[in-house]
Nanobody, 124 residues
Framework: QVQLVESGGGSVQAGGSLRLSCSAY????????MGWFRQAPGKEREGVAG????????YYADSVKGRFTISQDTDKHAVYLQLNSLKPEDTALYYC?????????????????WGQGTQVTVSS
């Protein structure tokens, strides 16, 4: 049974940083994608970043390129999202997600497994 558990959300001022963590249980460490999505109040969920397990190829939404960094520790079955230069528009519930396969762009493909989410709030 797959379980994804996020942590690390919080409240920061604009320009600040946060690091989100996701522990993955029951997910194979090979041939899979781990990703981060977010959903702001009144908006649809959007893909933020994705990473492929084998080789670490990464994908980012245009809105976060250069500010957010996704990384993984396959030994710990964990994936991280470093959020820098945060803006009020980054405020959202951030979800960790996983899928099996080789194409990991979260802006273009659906993910299968989901965590419960962790809240990020950025004040101006």
């Amino acid at each position: 049974q797959v379980q994804l558990v996020e942590s690390g959300g919080g409240s920061v001022q604009a320009g600040g940083s946060l690091r989100l963590s996701c522990s993955a249980y029951g997910v194979s460490t090979i041939n899979n994608c781990m990703g981060w999505f977010r959903q702001a109040p009144g908006k649809e969920r959007e893909g933020v970043a994705g990473i492929y397990s084998d080789g670490g190829l990464t994908y980012y939404a245009d809105s976060v390129k250069g500010r957010f960094t996704i990384s993984q520790d396959t030994d710990k079955h964990a994936v991280y999202l470093q959020l820098n230069s945060l803006k009020p528009e980054d405020t959202a519930l951030y979800y960790c997600a996983a899928r099996y396969g080789t194409f990991c762009d979260p802006t273009r493909i659906a993910y299968t497994f989901w965590g419960q989410g962790t809240q990020v709030t950025v004040s101006s």
